[in-house]
Nanobody, 121 residues
Framework: QVQLVESGGGLVQPGGSLRLSCAAS????????MNWYRQAPGKERELVAT????????NYADSMKARFTISRDNPKNTVYLQMNSLKPEDTAVYYC??????????????WGQGTQVTVSS
């Protein structure tokens, strides 16, 4: 059974740091692009960061580019999001996503349950 389990969320002060983890199981992790999304109350879900199958390329939303780092450890089936210089506007539920589209056109799209990040004094 496919599972994506996020962890590492919690309450942090502005300017602080947090590292989110997403543990994957039930599929071939190294064949999937991994993404972090977030959704704040009353806001649309937005893409935070993405990383290719080998970790060779990463991309970030502009507002996170200088502060967040996505990485992956394929032998551990885990993707991370290092979050630095956190701001109150970073408060959201953060979701781990695994995505794959084969040459045959089959799409696989898996989601975790999310982990709450709250940035507040």
């Amino acid at each position: 059974q496919v599972q994506l389990v996020e962890s590492g969320g919690g309450l942090v002060q502005p300017g602080g740091s947090l590292r989110l983890s997403c543990a994957a199981s039930g599929f071939t992790f190294s064949s999937y692009t991994m993404n972090w999304y977030r959704q704040a109350p009353g806001k649309e879900r937005e893409l935070v960061a993405t990383i290719t199958t080998t970790g060779g390329r990463t991309n970030y939303a502009d507002s996170m580019k200088a502060r967040f780092t996505i990485s992956r450890d394929n032998p551990k089936n885990t993707v991370y999001l290092q979050m630095n210089s956190l701001k109150p506007e970073d408060t959201a539920v953060y979701y781990c996503n695994a995505y794959r589209k084969t040459w045959g056109g089959t799409t696989y799209d898996y989601w975790g349950q999310g982990t709450q990040v709250t940035v507040s004094s």
